[in-house]
């Protein structure tokens, strides 16, 4: 009995203690993995079966799933600062269509499956790949398409109405936004009056479409 309760209280800890190093590594994690970010969640699944088939000390696994986080955490932030070093260490995204044709070289060199490509392409709603202006392998493993003019959906912006600009983006002031609209801060500032604004902190967002102006506060 006294075993099982030990099973059950290592179970917990680790648990617990893993769940909370992956909010640490944030939510790239746990979204479509990069190279990077599987890597580290296999090291992690591995250590945490070692105390749980009955080896007695939790300090060793525990020390070794904080240095797994540590160096997720890390490297993602040398990633984002240093994209070339990201692209080396993890990859690029690997062109498999271009203007409506199958790139079969990349195909063969990246061990694509053409089948695959097509199972995609149905999957978005697309027949074939003449509608497709690019289409990405990502890192992740999931296919990105971008459509050509004449096949993408008609919008708004297709019948020539603008789309939503921001000039205020989570609390940034987006200058050349101002700039390009010629919207000057007077009529922003009558717009937040009228709205009973009376610090920019209070700002999360100001959007302008359709010649006018809507406000997003910052939740409390």
């Excluded at 088939?53 to 300090?59: H, L, Q």
């Excluded at 493993?141 to 050509?148: M, Q, W």
């Amino acid at each position: 009995m006294t075993e099982s309760f030990m099973m059950i209280g290592k179970t917990a800890v680790l648990f617990l203690f893993t769940l909370f190093c992956f909010r640490l590594m944030g939510y790239r994690s746990l979204g479509d993995m990069e190279p990077l970010d599987y890597v580290v969640v296999l090291g992690i699944g591995e250590i945490m079966g070692s105390p749980l088939s009955g080896e007695a000390s939790m300090i060793r696994p525990m020390v070794a799933i904080a240095t797994l986080t540590a160096l997720q955490i890390i490297l993602s932030s040398l990633y984002s600062k240093m994209p070339k070093v990201g692209k080396v260490m993890e990859g690029g995204p690997v062109p498999v269509i271009r203007n409506g044709k199958l790139i079969k070289k990349n195909l063969l060199i990246h061990r694509i499956d053409q089948a695959a490509v097509m199972e995609e392409l149905r999957i978005k709603g697309l027949r074939d790949e003449k509608d497709v202006d690019i289409a990405n392998l990502e890192p992740s493993g999931r296919f990105s398409v971008i459509l050509k003019n004449e096949a993408a959906p008609i919008t708004p912006r297709f019948f020539g109405a603008e789309g939503t600009k921001y000039l205020v983006e989570h609390g940034e002031i987006k200058t050349e936004i101002w700039q390009e609209l010629s919207i000057d801060e007077g009529t922003v500032l009558e717009f937040l009056r009228e709205n009973g604004v009376e610090n920019w902190s209070e700002i999360d967002t100001i959007t302008y479409r359709d010649g006018k102006l809507y406000l997003e506060r910052k939740e409390n």
